[in-house]
């Protein structure tokens, strides 16, 4: 009897640890499993994402919702590897690859800020390591990204300031092809751009070769060059409502509004008395709009004359010059030159610059450094 309880004891133990290691057995092979699942999924959802975008050409970019079929906020790193490898291999189908990142940007706008995260590192790996191809097919991805509105102005003025910033042959060939393909957008949302190349022109420090591209360059006609080709605009334009688009009637619809305002609100036609500070308002608005959209300083002369700024508002427009010198990145002689011009025309001018110059000089504790370097460069222009 006691031989057989020991092994009626020894029996019930072994029972219970093969029957412990089946229940972890099983909690265990559905993990496996799904595992396994994860990553046929994963290899079936990279395949897919390569064939669809292998396909991508400006003929066929109407099936793109078929990319829309599979997982991409999962699968949002495999489209971007994909699109800058096929990129890389066919250049030629830039504009049609831009085309498609904008449409996915328009649902997954996460996808198009990953698409420039890696395509900017593109550009730095090329740019440090001096591969010229890696940097003129980044550039080139990038300069249709900006035609599409998946990136923004800012970045090209920061991409060119980059390259020319000490340029040289291999970076301003690279800046030149950057803008060859994103000028017309350029020329349109910011046309200053290009006073940068007239910059360095001036400068004359450029050997032959890069001469000849920047005056290339400068050369081109870009209102006969489209941003892009009309099979290549998918995007409806509601989607670009937050986008700046010139308006030729800004004015009249300005006009139209102010009165449906007063429906709306019930307010009088007649104005408060004081309008003073909403006018000085509006006139600094007006002489920045005219700065920054024009091309040249003589431009802008011309532009602010029509304005008719009134007696005593002159030191408003000195002090926006100098705003607006001080907000670049680096002094620009656009501005002195501008100054200098008005300084020509009245006595005024030359008063209120002086009387800025002393209040500069009594706060110039409160500057940064750059603005400090670009205030003294700005007034020993206008000394000489």
Request: charged share 25%; hydrophobic share 40%.
């Amino acid at each position: 009897e006691i031989s057989f309880t020991f092994s009626h004891t020894k029996l019930q133990k072994y029972l219970r640890f093969y029957a412990n290691e089946s229940l972890n057995y099983k909690k265990i092979s559905p993990d496996t499993k799904t595992i396994d699942i994860e990553r046929e999924s994963w290899d079936e959802l990279r395949r897919r994402i390569n064939s669809l975008v292998n396909k991508v050409n400006a003929n066929n970019l109407n099936h793109v919702l078929e990319l829309f079929e599979v997982n991409l906020i999962r699968g949002r790193g495999l489209l971007c590897r994909s699109c800058l490898k096929s990129q890389i291999a066919s250049p030629n189908f830039t504009d049609a690859f831009a085309a498609l990142i904008a449409v996915v940007n328009s649902k997954f706008p996460s996808i198009g800020n990953l698409l420039l995260r890696r395509l900017f590192l593109q550009f730095r790996w090329g740019y440090y390591r001096n591969d010229k191809p890696l940097l003129l097919a980044a550039v080139r991805f990038l300069a249709h990204l900006v035609n599409q509105r998946v990136a923004g102005e800012t970045v090209a003025h920061e991409l060119l300031h980059m390259l020319l910033g000490e340029p040289s042959g291999d970076t301003v060939e690279v800046a030149v092809a950057f803008v060859k393909e994103c000028g017309a957008t350029l020329l349109e949302v910011s046309p200053r751009v290009f006073d940068i190349f007239r910059g360095i022109l001036q400068e004359g420090n450029l050997d032959y070769t890069s001469k000849c591209l920047v005056e290339s360059l400068v050369s081109i006609n870009f209102e006969n060059h489209k941003a892009s080709r009309p099979e290549l605009d998918l995007l409806d334009e509601q989607t670009s409502l937050d986008v700046f688009k010139p308006d030729p009637e800004f004015h009249q619809n300005e006009r139209k509004y102010e009165q449906l305002k007063r429906k709306i609100l019930g307010e009088e036609d007649t104005e408060e008395e004081d309008h003073t500070e909403t006018d000085l308002v509006s006139l600094r608005r007006t002489i920045y709009q005219t700065i920054m959209s024009s091309l040249n300083f003589e431009e802008v002369v011309h532009k602010l004359l029509q304005i008719r700024i009134k007696p005593g508002q002159e030191m408003e427009l000195c002090v926006m010059i100098l705003e607006c010198c001080t907000e670049e990145r680096t002094y620009r002689s656009f501005y002195g030159q501008l100054a200098q011009r008005f300084c020509l025309k009245s006595k005024a001018y030359i008063e209120c610059f002086k009387n800025l110059f002393v209040q500069q000089y009594v706060t110039l504790h409160r500057l940064e450094t750059n603005k400090l370097r670009i205030v003294a460069m700005f007034y020993h222009y206008k000394k000489t």
